[in-house]
């Protein structure tokens, strides 16, 4: 079992700083099923436009935000959930003054962390 915070994490820097992502829980925590990241986004950042061969399941904790997919522009914010089908064109953009924070699960493939 592992316990901790998300402090505790080493962040992976993107963008210059305007995203953090962490691996809260991985492939190095013994998780052959699934992934579990925290991203922070600064206001007015955003993710890049993409799309990959797995689904996403996101939990927005802090802030608003736009989540863009080929069927439209969805204002999200703090408590709201998004799911991502596989390959549907994405990304998310902070709208906030503050920082954005949300959860996303996504299944185990080695070597996409």
């Keep these: 079992m592992k316990v901790s915070i998300p402090e505790k994490i080493e962040p ?7 995203i953090e992502k962490r691996i809260l829980i991985g492939s190095k925590d013994g998780a052959k099923n699934f992934v579990m990241r925290l991203f922070k986004l600064k206001p007015g950042a955003s993710t890049p436009h993409h799309s990959h061969d797995w689904e996403h399941e996101i939990f927005v904790l802090k802030g608003k935000i736009i989540a863009k997919s080929e069927k439209g522009d969805y204002e ?3 408590g709201s959930f998004i ?3 596989a390959n549907e064109k994405h990304q998310f953009v902070n709208i906030s003054d503050q920082d954005a924070e949300f959860l996303c699960l996504i299944p185990f493939i080695p070597g996409n962390e």
């Design 83 to 85: 799911f991502v089908p």
């Design 76 to 78: 999200v914010e703090e």
């Design 12 to 18: 992976i820097i993107i963008d210059g700083g305007k």
